[in-house]
């Protein structure tokens, strides 16, 4: 089995910054691709950032220069770096890694969420 655990949302003022945290844990042979996604109430479920196993990064263009994402491949982890919060990056925060496991090759895990909420 695997699992996926993130931690580090929270209520936070518009402006301010907060360091989200996902590690993947089980029967793992490799990881490739890791990522964060949101879900604001009302709205589909959307891409943040992503980052190959060989440090390659992709952000949406609304977190550009304020959201860094990060890997440690020995632990598993991806770090996700938010700064100047703005209200309208309150959601649901959700990690995603493509993680190959013995006899089953690779396949999309997800986490349970965190909530991350700006206010004004």
């Known amino acids: 089995q695997v699992q996926l655990v993130e931690s580090g949302g929270g209520l936070v003022q518009a402006g301010g910054s907060l360091r989200l945290s996902c590690a993947a844990s089980?029967?793992?042979?490799?990881?490739?691709?890791m990522g964060w996604y949101r879900q604001a109430p009302g709205n589909q479920r959307e891409l943040v950032s992503t980052?190959?196993?060989?440090?390659?990064?992709n952000y949406a263009d609304s977190v550009k220069g304020r959201f860094t994402i990060s890997r440690d491949n020995a632990k598993n982890t991806v770090l996700l770096q938010t700064n100047s919060l703005k209200p309208e990056d309150t959601a649901v925060y959700y990690c995603?890694?493509?993680?190959?496991?013995?006899?089953?090759?690779?396949?999309?895990?997800w986490g349970q969420g965190t909530q991350v909420t700006v206010s004004s």
């Open positions: 089980g029967s793992i042979l490799s990881i490739g691709v």
């Open positions: 995603k890694a493509n993680i190959r496991r013995a006899g089953v090759g690779y396949r999309d895990y």
């Open positions: 980052i190959t196993n060989i440090g390659s990064t």
